[in-house]
């Protein structure tokens, strides 16, 4: 298995970490551990050769070395396996290698005389263990145990150099190169995890932005918890309008037996799409209208007047006071929807108050009529752009008479319309889905085909595998 320490920066740019009750869940199994370090070694096969090196000053009994412009001419990462602990991660090495050159310049009583090194370094053995922790709402990263050591070295010194000055400092220059490879190496990943990643993870937003106003905000809680073969880790999400939030939503537990074969695994309660549903219920209209220009479709079947099967067919009034016009129907919720996962379905229950005006609305605002569809539709939840999503696979509706001022509502005119107000009712519903839930996946990642969404009671389980990484 390849493994760099550059995976804990990727592993912990999810804004989740664990809390309770959560309502979001991430796993990180063993398998994502190993697609995600596939990709990190072509990160530390560029970044490593382009360190800056300090120079080396070393004195020694009758006189001093100087090592300067250090520069590494190859490197190939080494091989990285690691392991999980309920302490969090740790990573060992073998193989690889890395090649340097400088110059050097020695004095030795009144003799002073430059020339070059070129040490090789291989099979490098390297063993880093790792902790998370939170700050801020964040998650933030500490290196516990930083340790390298060269199974095999070679240092080959060039110049001007008389052989007995070379022999003097020899042993002395092969310690200090192969202590100055081991600091470097414990360096670049105190810089690569403790700076650029603790400062890249400490800018994440919490706020993720999910368009018209609306906002998923992160609670971090509590630390990242591990296991042997996986990392575990949880949060609170609120949704947000304005700084305002509407949530009257339980918590289920979330429990449902995950997947070990996926790369990764995430838990949604359905707590969140409701409170989201809930919110938007109580900040914003949520309606839409129906009209013969938008939905031309319609068109027939609202006309006030015609020989048979529009509306001015059945409510006569219609086509007496308002003739050879047309009606618009506007879809307004009249309670927040509520999505409920069950075990291999979800579905999605809506009373929606349908009023019928003539068109256009703006110049009619009065309502003729209205009526009560309460509808449930079948969601199809699906994945898309990072987000759980869902699309309204059918619908059934019960529609009942609120108020009329142009005449008894009949049966038959609620069978003839039927076929209407389930597809006008059912593109309204998808509206409100198509924002879908941010998903706490590194933005580039691509996720594959072979995931797969399980619904249980209360919540629903993605189970993840991934593609890409670009």
Same mark, same amino acid.
């Given at each position: 298995?390849?493994?760099?320490?550059?995976?804990?920066?990727?592993?912990?740019?999810?804004?989740?970490?664990?809390?309770?009750?959560?309502?979001?869940?991430?796993?990180?199994?063993?398998?994502?551990?190993?697609?995600?370090?596939?990709?990190?070694?072509?990160?530390?096969?560029?970044?490593?050769?382009?360190?800056?090196?300090?120079?080396?000053?070393?004195?020694?009994?009758?006189?001093?070395?100087?090592?300067?412009?250090?520069?590494?001419?190859?490197?190939?990462?080494?091989?990285?396996?690691?392991?999980?602990?309920?302490?969090?991660?740790?990573?060992?090495?073998?193989?690889?290698?890395?090649?340097?050159?400088?110059?050097?310049?020695?004095?030795?009583?009144?003799?002073?005389?430059?020339?070059?090194?070129?040490?090789?370094?291989?099979?490098?053995?390297?063993?880093?263990?790792?902790?998370?922790?939170?700050?801020?709402?964040?998650?933030?990263?500490?290196?516990?145990?930083?340790?390298?050591?060269?199974?095999?070295?070679?240092?080959?010194?060039?110049?001007?150099?008389?052989?007995?000055?070379?022999?003097?400092?020899? %042993? +002395?220059?092969?310690?200090?190169?192969?202590?100055?490879? /081991? =600091?470097?190496? @414990? !360096? $670049?990943?105190?810089?690569? #995890?403790?700076?650029?990643?603790?400062?890249?993870?400490?800018?994440?937003?919490?706020?993720?932005?999910?368009?018209?106003?609306?906002?998923?905000?992160?609670?971090?809680?509590?630390?990242?918890?591990?296991?042997?073969?996986?990392? %575990? +880790?949880?949060?609170?999400?609120?949704?947000?309008?304005? /700084? =305002?939030?509407? @949530? !009257? $939503?339980?918590?289920?537990? #979330?429990?449902?037996?995950?997947?070990?074969?996926?790369?990764?695994?995430?838990?949604?309660?359905?707590?969140?799409?409701?409170?989201?549903?809930?919110?938007?219920?109580?900040?914003?209209?949520?309606?839409?209208?129906?009209?013969?220009?938008?939905?031309?479709?319609?068109?027939?079947?609202?006309?006030?007047?015609?020989?048979? !099967?529009?509306?001015?067919?059945?409510?006569?009034?219609?086509?007496?006071?308002?003739?050879?016009?047309?009606?618009?129907?506007?879809?307004?919720?009249?309670?927040?929807?509520?999505?409920?996962?069950?075990?291999?379905?979800?579905?999605?229950?809506?009373?929606?108050?349908?009023?019928?005006?003539?068109?256009?609305?703006?110049?009619?605002?009065?309502?003729?009529?209205?009526?009560?569809?309460?509808?449930?539709?079948?969601?199809?939840?699906?994945?898309?752009?990072?987000?759980?999503?869902?699309?309204?696979?059918?619908?059934?509706?019960?529609?009942?008479?609120?108020?009329?001022?142009?005449?008894?509502?009949?049966?038959?005119?609620?069978?003839?319309?039927?076929?209407?107000?389930?597809?006008?009712?059912?593109?309204?519903?998808?509206?409100?889905?198509?924002?879908?839930?941010?998903?706490?996946?590194?933005?580039?990642?691509?996720?594959?085909?072979?995931?797969?969404?399980?619904?249980?009671?209360?919540?629903?389980?993605?189970?993840?595998?991934?593609?890409?990484?670009?």
């Amino acid at each position: 298995t390849q493994m760099s320490p550059l995976l804990l920066l990727l592993l912990f740019s999810v804004p989740l970490l664990h809390s309770n009750p959560s309502n979001l869940k991430t796993r990180l199994n063993k398998a994502g551990f190993n697609f995600l370090s596939k990709n990190t070694r072509k990160v530390i096969d560029k970044e490593v050769p382009q360190i800056d090196i300090p120079p080396i000053s070393v004195k020694f009994d009758g006189g001093y070395l100087v090592v300067d412009e250090i520069n590494i001419r190859k490197f190939v990462t080494p091989e990285f396996n690691l392991d999980l602990s309920p302490s969090g991660l740790h990573w060992s090495s073998q193989g690889g290698g890395i090649q340097i050159t400088s110059n050097i310049a020695a004095k030795y009583s009144f003799l002073y005389q430059e020339g070059w090194i070129v040490a090789t370094a291989t099979d490098l053995r390297i063993f880093l263990s790792a902790t998370a922790s939170t700050l801020d709402g964040r998650p933030q990263l500490s290196i516990s145990k930083c340790r390298m050591n060269i199974r095999n070295f070679a240092l080959n010194i060039g110049g001007n150099f008389f052989m007995w000055i070379i022999n003097l400092f020899r %042993d +002395l220059l092969s310690m200090e190169v192969q202590q100055m490879i /081991n =600091q470097q190496a @414990c !360096s $670049y990943a105190q810089d690569l #995890l403790l700076t650029q990643g603790n400062d890249f993870l400490h800018s994440l937003p919490i706020d993720v932005d999910i368009g018209k106003g609306f906002f998923l905000h992160y609670h971090i809680d509590d630390d990242p918890q591990f296991t042997t073969e996986h990392a %575990d +880790l949880s949060t609170t999400t609120t949704v947000t309008y304005s /700084n =305002q939030t509407s @949530c !009257s $939503y339980d918590v289920t537990p #979330l429990d449902a037996e995950d997947d070990p074969s996926s790369m990764g695994s995430i838990w949604v309660s359905d707590q969140t799409p409701n409170c989201l549903l809930e919110t938007a219920f109580n900040n914003v209209n949520l309606s839409f209208t129906a009209t013969h220009v938008k939905v031309p479709v319609i068109e027939n079947y609202v006309k006030t007047s015609c020989w048979l !099967s529009c509306i001015g067919f059945f409510f006569p009034i219609l086509k007496k006071d308002y003739p050879n016009q047309h009606v618009s129907l506007t879809f307004a919720a009249a309670a927040a929807p509520v999505v409920a996962f069950l075990n291999g379905s979800t579905s999605l229950t809506a009373s929606i108050d349908l009023d019928f005006h003539i068109y256009p609305k703006e110049e009619n605002p009065k309502s003729l009529l209205r009526l009560n569809l309460q509808s449930m539709g079948e969601v199809e939840p699906f994945l898309e752009d990072r987000r759980l999503k869902g699309r309204i696979d059918t619908i059934e509706l019960n529609a009942t008479e609120v108020f009329s001022s142009i005449g008894n509502v009949s049966q038959t005119f609620l069978t003839g319309f039927d076929t209407i107000f389930k597809t006008v009712s059912s593109s309204f519903l998808s509206v409100l889905l198509s924002k879908g839930i941010p998903l706490p996946i590194f933005d580039n990642l691509s996720i594959s085909d072979t995931s797969t969404i399980t619904e249980r009671r209360g919540q629903v389980l993605l189970s993840l595998n991934f593609t890409d990484f670009h």
